[in-house]
């Protein structure tokens, strides 16, 4: 069991693409998204994935998050979550000591670049770089669950913008 405490923020500028260190491309779809939990299966690279994550929008979750043969979650992607998939690439950087993820979205989420970043404590102080916007941790349109059936394309149609 792991506690999983990330703070999660929408990019302001480009000024972060200097400060990369690994880039890797993301493929997930989602088995299930309950009021209790959602149970996603990754591709990240040549690596699979499953994930079980508690429901909520604490900065504060359990994850339990299990390798996974590569053609196995690649037939769940394709058997089990079509219409449900998020693809992305995401960027590592670090900064003042802490490792910082960029996800930069495609297909209907092209356009939204968000970053996370994972903490010890809900209370641990962060330095935020300068390429931050505003903190949208509780906001449930940016839980990856919530954009495989509710894409950010669709958002300005529904009344919502980022």
Same mark, same amino acid.
């Given at each position: 069991?792991?506690?999983?405490?990330?703070?999660?923020? $929408?990019?302001?500028?480009?000024?972060?693409?200097?400060? /990369?260190?690994?880039?890797?491309?993301?493929?997930?779809?989602? $088995?299930?998204?309950?009021?209790?939990?959602? /149970?996603?299966?990754?591709?990240?690279?040549?690596?699979?994935?499953?994930?079980?994550?508690? +429901?909520? $929008?604490?900065?504060?979750?359990?994850?339990?998050?299990?390798?996974?043969?590569?053609?196995?979650?690649?037939?769940?992607?394709?058997?089990?979550?079509?219409?449900?998939? /998020?693809?992305?690439?995401?960027?590592?950087?670090?900064?003042?000591?802490?490792?910082?993820?960029?996800d930069v979205f495609e297909g209907d989420?092209?356009?939204?670049?968000?970053?996370?970043?994972?903490?010890?404590?809900?209370?641990?102080?962060?330095? $935020?770089?300068?390429?931050?916007?505003?903190?949208?941790?509780?906001?449930?349109?940016?839980?990856?669950?919530?954009? +495989?059936? +509710?894409?950010?394309?669709?958002?300005?149609?529904?009344?919502?913008? +980022?």
């Amino acid at each position: 069991m792991a506690d999983e405490i990330e703070r999660k923020f $929408l990019v302001k500028s480009d000024h972060w693409r200097s400060e /990369i260190v690994r880039t890797r491309f993301i493929k997930q779809g989602y $088995l299930a998204d309950t009021d209790e939990c959602s /149970i996603r299966v990754r591709v990240s690279g040549q690596d699979g994935y499953i994930s079980v994550k508690s +429901a909520g $929008l604490d900065i504060a979750r359990k994850e339990y998050e299990y390798p996974i043969p590569l053609s196995d979650a690649d037939d769940m992607l394709a058997r089990f979550c079509s219409g449900n998939k /998020i693809e992305k690439t995401r960027y590592h950087i670090e900064h003042m000591g802490h490792e910082w993820e960029v996800d930069v979205f495609e297909g209907d989420n092209q356009g939204l670049v968000v970053a996370e970043v994972e903490l010890a404590s809900v209370d641990e102080e962060v330095a $935020l770089p300068g390429w931050i916007g505003i903190e949208v941790s509780g906001d449930p349109r940016y839980l990856n669950s919530n954009l +495989a059936t +509710a894409p950010f394309n669709q958002w300005k149609s529904t009344g919502h913008t +980022a």
